[in-house]
Nanobody
């Protein structure tokens, strides 16, 4: 079983920056990717960014060039640097850890609120 814990959300003005952190524990070396999803009120949860153990990132088109995902494999920790934040980035951000078992199992954190004021 993998535990996923996020930190770093908060309130920021439009144009500002925030950095989210997430640590996965309990599984060791079987985590193959970590990522961030978000869900705004009344909307479906969507992928923000994801990064594999070989540091291959992919981003949603809405955040590319503003957000950067990075990872410390030794610590099973992932970061999301969010710059030039917009009010439409307001959402609960969830961290995920994908573990390779017989199939890939995705674990979710509890979520952290990011609010961008205009």
């Amino acid at each position: 079983q993998v535990q996923v814990v996020e930190s770093g959300g908060g309130l920021v003005q439009a144009g500002g920056s925030l950095r989210l952190s997430c640590a996965a524990s309990g599984s060791g070396s079987s985590i193959i990717a970590m990522g961030w999803f978000r869900q705004a009120p009344g909307k479906q949860r969507e992928l923000v960014a994801r990064i594999t153990t070989d540091d291959n990132p992919n981003y949603s088109s809405s955040v590319r060039d503003r957000f950067t995902i990075s990872r410390d494999n030794a610590k099973n920790t992932v970061y999301l640097q969010m710059n030039s934040l917009k009010p439409e980035d307001t959402a609960v951000y969830y961290c995920t850890a994908d573990e390779q078992r017989l199939k890939v199992v995705r674990y979710w954190g509890q979520g952290t609120q990011v609010t961008v004021s205009s």
